[in-house]
């Protein structure tokens, strides 16, 4: 943005409403007593924005502040709306001063030639989309594993130099200056620029989102220039050697094949914002994480124990507590948002850190909680098609520094200090992050061999899979031939998480590799206990084998989930149950749900024998004579089709067996409504793919404007993670729903498990782990 293209500051509501007004309205207009008073450079802003603006997420999601000249955005799905469309909501002004400059400091920043102008972040399209992709290539997580040896180097060596003082400033000693000298070795700076850049790159955030007083205006303005200069000098050197590593000599590469694409105006700038966007951004959210993390010190002290949880707690800290509070766009056209009338013209101040809070789309949103499913749904790196590109090498290089630091410094806490931060309104981050801790008790005293532990980093979005809990057997107790039951509870006798009827937990069978999936079968109102029944399968694939063999009272476990497949519809007018062998732990819980709701329930039960079959008793105690039992050796084996002859108005059958069992279902159920059988499913080949009968297709990505193709050989989940496009993932097998994305035209060829007839049908959805496109291309809201 150039200099002379400044906002100017309204004193009032730009709407004609009257005079300001004290009464608060749903709309934000006139304005109300808060909105009037919101000031992001106030230090309740600083010290916590989702805080400041809770009353707004809660009763005035939209409101115009006199103050900053803009509207504030506050919630969730409005948020991701005006990031969605990019030509209604220009990002023109993302890089604009929030706090105009005052004469003699736009003239010295004149002298100085400085014409910061447009990038990515804040070019309009058309031209931003053709830059992006040209640009793209170094960030995909195939190329930036390139990086990881340098982030983990450059950890280690910052860490020896502090770890035998017993207390650190993080950020002077560590957390500035490693992702600066990373984000400087991405964009490929010289070796001997890099110190002068450093010192220039703070300036820039403080004279683009800070509010210089009129005094230190002029110094910053100085300093920007020189930045300005400087970056102008080391572009011209790269340009002597654009064959050389780095994110800018690629992008002069090219300029030489498309100059209307990576223009010189773009290179210039983006010397300069490339650098503040890779450097403070990354310092500042691990800086936020440790601190949050710190604060927590049993989270730590999990994260300690279990590093497979890193990759997870940085999106949880990314959207409790990240680095980017709130970031601009300017509406092009008469527009609404959430109800409310936006002219042409109006800034927009988006806080994503109060989305990152909203309780619609967050339960408990407040609550840190390293194992939220939906953590990384945050909005801190923005979302569509200007969604940060730097995204895993931030991830990267903060999973990298939690893996340090937990693994070498496990016993470090924070020390007694008051937070300080730079005002304004974007980047946040504390500017010292004082710990301490006993140099006695390092780890590596005992284990030298510990500092240098390899430890593989997952690029990308974390997958729900690799969130692990650990529990303790309680009780293990016989329950019927080859049949035990486990109670498991929290090694600090905290609750477990709730579940609901049909969940299970994947239970490790002494190594990770050897996962195996169990259905609850207790109470769901029993908070602080799991119980599973595994039944021995000589002939498995080695889960109940060593569950049978080696499970004691007082082991440690490690479970992933609950997760629910297989939920009961609980506003059914009936269901009917039915359940063979070992399938009846899901389905007892539902049972007994369906009795606590007062539901119209009938329970069959079938199995070889009754002494093969667990819990009959207690079933028979609690379901009375709603529960048929049907043993084989007594001769009363279960007729399903005469049970399912005819279709039962408003009922649904929800079925857990051999899979003998549940294909004949599927056959008695033919004349019932769709959707009415709901089958439990425990492994699936849905996701495993046959190149050779495969064919290659495109995707249409609308909100982030790309166009990909999908190799035979990959799933489209696995595609899109490739072009840096996230998407939540749990079973990745077809059964969970949780891969679901909004197809918008283009026919799919749908391979689940989770959706009805009717649902594939509509064609509006897919889950991206395992369908594909039927033909020609498939166009996604992504
Ligand atoms: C854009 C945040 C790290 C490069 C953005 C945007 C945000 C953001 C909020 C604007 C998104 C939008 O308008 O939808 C962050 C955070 C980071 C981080 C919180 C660290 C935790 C990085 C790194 C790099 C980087 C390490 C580079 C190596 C970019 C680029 C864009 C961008 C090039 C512009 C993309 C476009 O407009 O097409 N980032 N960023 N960021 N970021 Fe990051
Ligand atoms: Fe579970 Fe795709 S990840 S259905």
Redesign the pocket.
């Known amino acids: 943005m150039s200099d002379t293209a400044m906002p100017s500051r309204t004193s009032g509501c730009p709407v004609a409403h009257g005079a300001l007004s004290a009464e608060r309205t749903p709309t934000g207009c006139p304005v109300s007593q808060r909105a009037a008073e919101f000031d992001p450079f106030e230090d309740g802003y600083q010290q916590d924005p989702p805080e400041y603006v809770r009353w707004a997420r809660e009763q005035e999601p939209i409101f115009y502040s006199p103050k900053l000249g803009y509207w504030v955005i506050t919630r969730y799905d409005d948020i991701k709306a005006v990031?969605r469309d990019?030509l209604t909501f220009s990002?023109s002004n993302?890089l604009e001063k929030i706090t105009p400059t005052g004469e003699e400091a736009n003239a010295v920043l004149a002298s100085y030639g400085f014409a910061l102008n447009r990038?990515?972040?804040?070019?309009d399209e058309p031209a931003?989309?053709p830059?992006?992709r040209a640009?793209m290539d170094p960030?995909t997580p195939e190329a930036l594993k390139h990086h990881e040896p340098l982030v983990r180097e450059l950890a280690r060596s910052y860490v020896d130099r502090f770890i035998d003082d017993g207390r650190a400033d993080l950020v002077d000693q560590m957390l500035w200056e490693i992702?600066l000298t990373?984000?400087l070795h991405?964009?490929g700076v010289p070796e001997e620029d890099m110190d002068t850049l450093r010192k220039y790159s703070i300036a820039h955030t403080v004279n683009t989102w800070g509010r210089p007083k009129p005094e230190e205006q002029v110094a910053v303005a100085h300093a920007v220039g020189n930045f300005w200069q400087y970056a102008g000098k080391v572009l011209d050197k790269m340009r002597q050697d654009p064959d050389a590593p780095g994110?800018m000599q690629y992008g002069i590469r090219k300029q030489m094949q498309h100059p209307e694409v990576v223009t010189d105006s773009y290179l210039h700038s983006?010397m300069m914002?490339?650098i503040v966007?890779?450097?403070e951004?990354?310092a500042?959210?691990?800086a936020n994480a440790v601190k949050l993390l710190l604060q927590h010190p049993q989270v730590w002290q999990e994260l300690c124990d279990d590093p497979g949880l890193i990759p997870n707690a940085v999106e949880e800290c990314?959207r409790h507590n990240?680095?980017?509070a709130a970031?601009r766009?300017l509406v092009t056209k008469d527009t609404q948002v959430g109800g409310v009338d936006l002219p042409a013209g109006s800034r927009l101040l988006i806080v994503?850190s109060s989305a990152n809070h909203d309780e619609g789309h967050f339960a408990d949103a407040d609550l840190f909680d390293i194992r939220r499913d939906n953590a990384s749904d945050h909005?801190?790196?923005?979302?569509?098609?200007?969604?940060?590109?730097?995204?895993n090498?931030?991830?990267m290089?903060?999973q990298i520094f939690l893996e340090e630091f937990t693994r070498r410094l496990p016993h470090m806490r924070l020390s007694e200090q008051r937070f300080s931060y730079v005002p304004n309104t974007?980047f946040r981050g504390p500017e010292h992050l004082w710990v301490e801790w006993d140099p006695r008790a390092n780890p590596e005293r005992a284990d030298a061999g510990l500092r240098d532990v390899q430890v593989p980093v997952r690029i990308g979005e974390p997958s729900a899979h690799a969130i692990a809990r650990p529990v303790v057997v309680e009780r293990v107790t016989p329950v019927a031939d080859g049949i035990v039951r486990l109670r498991l509870v929290s090694p600090d006798g905290k609750p477990l998480p709730r579940w609901t009827p049909g969940s299970h937990i994947d239970v490790e069978c002494g190594t990770p590799e050897l996962s195996r999936q169990y259905s609850l079968c207790g109470d769901p109102d029993e908070a602080h206990a799991l119980e599973i029944a595994v039944l021995h399968e000589p002939e498995g694939r080695g889960g109940s084998a060593w569950v049978h063999g080696n499970v004691k009272v007082g082991d440690r476990l490690r479970i992933r989930g609950p997760r629910n497949h297989f939920r009961l519809d609980e506003s059914l007018a009936k269901a009917i149950f039915i359940a063979g062998g070992i399938g009846i732990t899901p389905v007892s819980a539902m049972a007994r749900r369906a009795k606590a709701l007062g539901m119209d329930y009938e329970l069959h039960y079938s199995g070889r024998s009754r002494a093969s079959m667990a819990f009959v008793d207690e079933l028979a105690a609690l379901h009375g004579g709603r529960l048929h039992v049907h043993a084989a050796d007594e001769g009363r084996r279960n007729d399903l089709r005469a049970l399912l002859a005819a279709p039962v108005p408003g009922a649904q059958v929800y079925a857990c067996g051999p899979l003998r069992m549940l294909e004949a279902l599927e056959d008695c159920c033919a004349a019932w409504p769709e959707g009415a059988l709901r089958v439990e499913h425990f492994e699936s080949t849905l996701a495993t793919l046959d190149p050779s009968k495969e064919h290659a297709f495109e995707v249409e990505l609308k909100d982030s404007g790309l166009v990909i193709t999908v190799p035979p050989d990959q799933t489209l989940l696995t595609a899109l993670r490739a072009a840096n496009v996230d998407v939540q993932s749990d079973c990745e097998e077809g059964l969970c729903g949780s891969c679901e994305v909004r197809v918008l035209a283009g026919k799919v060829d749908h391979r689940d498990v989770v959706l009805t007839r009717s649902e594939r049908d509509a064609n509006t959805k897919m889950m991206a782990c395992c369908s594909r496109a039927c033909e020609g291309r498939l166009v996604l809201e992504l």
């Open positions: 990031f990019n990002p993302a990038t990515l972040v804040n070019e931003h989309m830059r992006r640009l960030f992702p990373v984000a991405f964009l994110w983006m914002a490339g966007a890779a450097h951004t990354t500042n959210a691990t990314l990240g680095s980017v970031w766009r994503t909005l801190t790196f923005g979302y569509g098609s200007h969604q940060c590109m730097g995204k090498l931030a991830r290089e903060m974007s």
